[in-house]
């Protein structure tokens, strides 16, 4: 069953935020703090209050989320909020299912949709369960529960039998999830992110790609050990405070950007602070950190999927490994180098991520 779903939050829950942001206290920073040094600046989350306090209109940024058709469908007792454009035009179009990550959401998507649907695809991108406007899960759920979830939408809901599958982030296990355990209804899937544990036998080349990885995870990865194991003591602090929350992500969002250091080269502040906002206005702050606990139990995949990938590596993005390692457990088709964009590539460069993954799946249409 499906559901027209448009976005309307109500104004207690907008009050509650406005009070937070307005009665937010910043702290101190070292006196040797620059270049976001020991984390997120002191300095811009002081500017970054005060403009969300004095500034910021959800008005307008929720009319921007509701510009695209959405909907609601039931799923394993969850409600998942998905966006779904049809292909533009006369032609049939190719459907595709893409699939945000931590700490994004569905608002990543909404200039690349048209783009795609423009190009002759059926843009359908869901809420992950506990993120955005999905409904989220009792306790933590894993990616490849979310995966059959996701194949329930397409197949059962939507009336597809073949698709492909395009993600980063949460949404690259997603995606990886559907094309290992579905391989039936995927014809293909794409990834703009990809991490890989490594493995033995290395090559010169893959054993300092992964002595490197863990170096930079030892440091850059150190919030997720957190979500992963004590997610519930972080969820529970940064649920009450919606600034708090914007210190612990936009550190990630700077980082992680192709902004060369200066985070409003990506991204405006009111696209971080809707990005945000997405989190807060449903109270899912907690319900999205749950995630990441599912690394504990979540079940091993296949040591190869013969399902196409595709692979665009862009520059402000975790250095994925050599594709030599990656062929040992990928069908690679495409192995592509993009010109400028990072982690959030959809939201960074809307236009180079729809042309592509058009590009990619062009093949399918």
């Known amino acids: ?3 027209e779903f448009e976005i309307d939050i109500p104004r207690s829950r907008l009050d509650w935020i406005a009070r937070r942001v307005a009665d937010a206290y910043i ?5 040797d703090d620059s270049d976001w040094k020991y984390g997120t600046d002191a300095r811009y989350l002081s500017e970054f209050r005060d403009y969300w306090r004095d500034s910021y209109d959800w008005s307008a940024a929720q009319a921007a989320l509701n510009s695209h ?3 609601i469908s039931r799923i394993d007792g969850i409600d998942i909020h998905f966006y779904y454009l049809r292909a533009t035009g006369d032609a049939k179009g190719y459907p595709l299912i893409l699939t945000h990550g931590w700490p994004g ?5 909404l200039e690349a949709m048209p783009l795609l649907a423009a ?3 059926d843009v359908i991108v869901p809420s992950l369960p506990g ?8 306790r933590p759920i894993t990616t490849s529960a979310i995966a059959d979830m996701w194949h329930a939408l397409m197949t059962d809901v939507l009336g597809y039998t073949r698709f492909g599958a395009q993600g980063g982030d949460w949404g690259a296990s997603v995606s990886i999830a559907l094309a290992d355990r579905h391989p039936e209804s995927v014809d293909a899937f794409h990834l703009n992110y990809l991490f890989h544990r490594g493995g033995k036998d290395l090559t010169p080349e893959e054993a300092e790609w992964q002595k490197a990885g863990r170096k930079r995870f030892a440091v850059n990865g150190s919030y997720s050990q957190q979500q992963q194991h004590r997610p519930q003591t972080l969820g529970l602090a940064l649920a009450d405070s919606p600034i708090g929350f914007a210190a612990w992500v936009l550190e990630k969002y700077r980082a992680w950007s192709d902004c060369s250091g200066d985070i409003e080269s990506s991204f405006t502040k009111d696209e971080l602070i809707t990005s945000i906002m997405t989190y807060l206005v449903t109270d899912n702050v907690q319900s999205a950190i749950w995630l990441y606990n599912s690394l504990s139990f979540q079940p091993a995949g296949s040591d190869r999927i013969e399902v196409p ?3 665009a590596q862009f520059p402000g993005e975790t250095p994925p490994p050599p594709r030599s390692l990656a062929e040992r457990r990928f069908n690679i088709a495409r192995w592509n180098e993009m010109p400028r964009g990072g982690h959030f590539a959809a939201w960074e460069e809307p236009g180079i991520y729809a042309e ?10």
């Open 1 to 3: 069953m499906i559901e």
């Open 27 to 31: 702290g101190y920073a070292p006196d």
């Open 69 to 71: 058709p959405q909907f």
């Open 105 to 109: 959401s569905v608002y990543e998507f």
């Open 119 to 121: 190009l002759g695809y």
């Open 131 to 138: 993120y955005g406007f999905s409904g989220r899960p009792a």
């Open 309 to 311: 990938m595709g692979f």
């Open 356 to 365: 592509e993954v058009s590009s990619f799946f062009r093949k399918w249409q």
